[in-house]
């Protein structure tokens, strides 16, 4: 009656070895997927910093525009007209990068276990060979 439910695995220790690289592989690529999402987040993070910014200067620029008197001298339109007709090179000024955040506490801890499984992966396929 055992040799009912018995099933032999020819080569188990190539089947087992599979296994793991497969494992392996599937933690590697979690991994990767792990730091998209942070790098995706950490851009969304800068994208509303960028768009509080420039609702703050939209705000600015328009107390500006009201405070400024509708009329223009002539003197001004003249410089005015010399400045469209010879454009002048201006360097950019560099914006100074934020230090990307770390992130959640979360992540950290996936991280961290994806480390340790992959780790006991590698061990285990050196013990084969």
């Not at 494992?23 to 800068?46: A, E, G, P």
């Amino acid at each position: 009656m055992t040799d009912d439910y018995f099933i032999q695995i020819p080569n188990p220790d190539l089947t087992r070895k599979a296994l793991l690289e497969s494992s392996k592989n599937i933690i590697i690529t979690l991994k990767q997927y792990h730091l998209l999402m942070s790098v995706r987040k950490s851009k969304l993070d800068t994208l509303a910093q960028l768009k509080d910014q420039l609702k703050e200067l939209t705000f600015l620029l328009d107390k500006l525009n009201k405070a400024v008197p509708d009329r223009q001298i002539e003197y001004e339109k003249e410089i005015f007209q010399q400045a469209i007709q010879e454009p002048k090179t201006v360097p950019k000024a560099t914006v100074p990068v934020a230090a990307p955040t770390p992130p959640s506490a979360s992540p950290p801890d996936d991280m961290a276990k994806l480390e340790r499984v992959l780790a006991s992966i590698e061990q285990k396929l050196s013990n084969m060979k």
